[in-house]
């Protein structure tokens, strides 16, 4: 049997079992083995076709795997969406805020709003912090 063939073959079943497994290393050398198993066609030598398997199999490493990696990591805890995005952002007082009601502009939208502190009176035009929301109202205190 010729070697592309054998090369032909590690390579298909490499490829089959990373498309069970995920995990990116078995792809990588099946990667490879295709690659080997081309140079085999050419007429490459035995020992030739071994350094070119592990030349392939190192350069997917250094390039392929780290993107690779990056795309399969999940967000970041770090990252807010939604309301919860608002959070610790600053806001202009459009109306008086006390303990009970007001209104506020977070980020071009106005918002409800109430004073963190229920024994604060924020005038408007004050700047704010959003320190929670809470359904559709901006819990804020005002900045020092």
């Not at 939208?109 to 704010?128: C, K, N, Q």
Request: aromatic letters at 8%.
């Amino acid at each position: 049997m010729d070697y592309w063939v054998i090369w032909l073959i590690l390579a298909v079943a490499l490829g089959v079992a990373e498309i069970f497994t995920l995990t990116t290393a078995l792809g990588l050398i099946g990667g490879a083995a295709l690659i080997t198993s081309i140079t085999a066609g050419l007429g490459l030598p035995l020992p030739l076709q071994f350094v070119v398997f592990a030349a392939s199999l190192v350069t997917g490493m250094v390039v392929v795997r780290p993107i690779a990696k990056r795309h399969l990591m999940p967000p970041s805890a770090d990252r807010r969406f939604g309301v919860q995005a608002l959070v610790g952002k600053p806001a202009y007082v459009l109306r008086e805020v006390t303990g009970r009601d007001g209104r506020v502009q977070i980020g071009g939208e106005e918002w409800s709003a109430r004073a963190y502190d229920e024994t604060l009176v924020i005038p408007a035009g004050a700047v704010v912090d959003v320190i929670e929301i809470e359904g559709a109202t901006a819990l804020v205190y005002p900045r020092e």
